[in-house]
T-cell receptor, first 110, second 117 residues
Framework: QKEVEQDPGPLSVPEGAIVSLNCTYS??????FMWYRQYSRKGPELLMY????GNKEDGRFTAQVDKSSKYISLFIRDSQPSDSATYLC??????????FGAGTTVTVRA | GAVVSQHPSWVICKSGTSVKIECRSL??????MFWYRQFPKQSLMLMAT?????????EQGVEKDKFLINHASLTLSTLTVTSAHPEDSSFYIC?????????????FGPGTRLTVL
C-alpha cells in the first residue's frame, strides 16, 4: 500500500468552477501536509501547507485536513485557465523527507 | 520564497556517456538536498538524500554507483548519471529545505530533462 494515495484524474472543469482534490494517507505519524502545483516540464511549487486538522485558506485556495480519517483536500474556488496544472499532495512526519501522492492533472476550460 | 536552481535544464547525450546535473540553493544554505526523478504523468520518486560533507543516502532500488551524488558545499549538490542508458531518460528534480524556515517547507528546482539516445 502506498503511503499517500491520490486519484491521478485527469480532471476537467469549466472556468469559474470549484476544483476539489483529495488524498488519503496511511501513516498516522504524518504531521505536516502540503499541496504542490506543478506546471508541465517545471519543478513543483509549494501552494499550501498545514500541520493540524481543520481548514486553511489562502486566497482562492483552501486546504483541509482530517487526521481522524487521514484525509486531506484542496479546494480551488473560481478556477482559472492558469490553474491548469498537476497538483501533488505531500506529507511529512516532521523531518525533511516528503511522501508524495501520484498527482492529479487539472484542466480548467475557458 | 527561497530559490533553487538546476543546471542544465535539458540535456541530450549518447548511451554510455556520463551526465552531471547541478542543484544550487541561491539565497539560503542547504545541508540537505533531495534528488527525485519523475517519469511522464507520474509522481516524484525520491532517489536519494544528499548530505553536505557526508555520503548520500539512497532509497531502496536506486543504484548508488549509477547515480553518484556529491554535496561539496552548503549551496551545491551534484547528481552524476554514469554510463547513461535510454532507460535513464527522465525528469530529474532536486529540492532543499530552507534551514531558516520551517522544516517541512521545501523548495524545488525547475528540473532537468535528460534524454539518452
Amino acid at each position: 500500500q502506498k503511503e499517500v494515495e491520490q486519484d491521478p484524474g485527469p480532471l476537467s472543469v469549466p472556468e469559474g468552477a470549484i476544483v476539489s482534490l483529495n488524498c488519503t494517507y496511511s501513516n498516522s505519524a504524518f504531521q505536516y501536509f502540503m499541496w504542490y502545483r506543478q506546471y508541465s516540464r517545471k519543478g513543483p511549487e509549494l501552494l499550501m501547507y498545514t500541520y493540524s486538522s481543520g481548514n486553511k485558506e489562502d486566497g482562492r485556495f483552501t486546504a483541509q485536513v482530517d487526521k481522524s480519517s487521514k484525509y486531506i483536500s484542496l479546494f480551488i474556488r473560481d478556477s482559472q485557465p492558469s490553474d491548469s496544472a498537476t497538483y501533488l499532495c505531500a506529507t511529512s512526519g516532521g523531518g525533511y523527507k516528503l511522501s508524495f501522492g501520484a498527482g492529479t492533472t487539472v484542466t480548467v476550460r475557458a | 520564497g527561497a530559490v533553487v536552481s538546476q543546471h542544465p535544464s535539458w540535456v541530450i547525450c549518447k548511451s554510455g556517456t556520463s551526465v552531471k546535473i547541478e542543484c544550487r540553493s541561491l539565497d539560503f544554505q542547504a545541508t540537505t538536498m533531495f534528488w527525485y526523478r519523475q517519469f511522464p504523468k507520474q509522481s516524484l520518486m525520491l532517489m536519494a538524500t544528499s548530505n553536505e560533507g557526508s555520503k548520500a543516502t539512497y532509497e531502496q532500488g536506486v543504484e548508488k554507483d549509477k547515480f553518484l551524488i556529491n554535496h561539496a558545499s552548503l549551496t551545491l549538490s551534484t547528481l552524476t548519471v554514469t554510463s547513461a542508458h535510454p532507460e535513464d531518460s527522465s525528469f530529474y528534480i532536486c529540492s532543499a529545505p530552507d534551514l531558516a524556515g520551517v522544516g517541512y517547507e521545501q523548495f524545488f528546482g525547475p528540473g532537468t530533462r535528460l534524454t539518452v539516445l
